[in-house]
C-alpha cells in the first residue's frame, strides 16, 4: 500500500522517477513520435534513415516490444484466470 512505502523510504524513489520521466522518459517519446513522422516509417525505417548498420537497433527495439507483449498477454491471463477461479 502507499502507506506503508511511505513509511518505509519507498517515497524517496518517487522524486527521481518523475525527474527521469520528464527529463528523459517524454523527450524521448516526443523524438521518437516526430522522427517516424518526419520518416514517414517505423522503427527499422527510421534507424535505417541514419545508417544502414542502425537498422538493428530498429529490428532490436521491435523485438523487445513483440517479447514484452507476448509476457503481458501470458501474465494477464494468468490474473484472469485467478480472479475467476476465486468465486469458486
Known amino acids: 500500500s502507499p502507506a506503508l512505502a511511505k513509511d518505509y523510504g519507498g517515497g524517496a524513489f518517487f522524486i527521481p522517477y518523475l525527474i527521469a520521466l520528464f527529463v528523459i522518459g517524454i523527450p524521448v517519446l516526443i523524438?521518437?513520435?516526430?522522427?517516424?513522422?518526419?520518416?514517414?516509417?517505423?522503427?527499422?525505417?527510421?534507424?535505417?534513415?541514419?545508417?544502414?548498420r542502425?537498422?538493428?537497433?530498429?529490428?532490436?527495439?521491435?523485438?523487445c516490444a513483440y517479447m514484452l507483449a507476448v509476457y503481458y498477454s501470458m501474465l494477464m491471463s494468468w490474473v484472469t484466470r485467478a480472479f475467476f477461479e476465486s468465486w469458486s
Open 31 to 52: 523524438l521518437e513520435i516526430s522522427l517516424g513522422q518526419f520518416y514517414q516509417t517505423g522503427n527499422v525505417g527510421v534507424f535505417g534513415a541514419f545508417h544502414a
Open 54 to 63: 542502425c537498422r538493428g537497433v530498429g529490428v532490436s527495439a521491435v523485438a
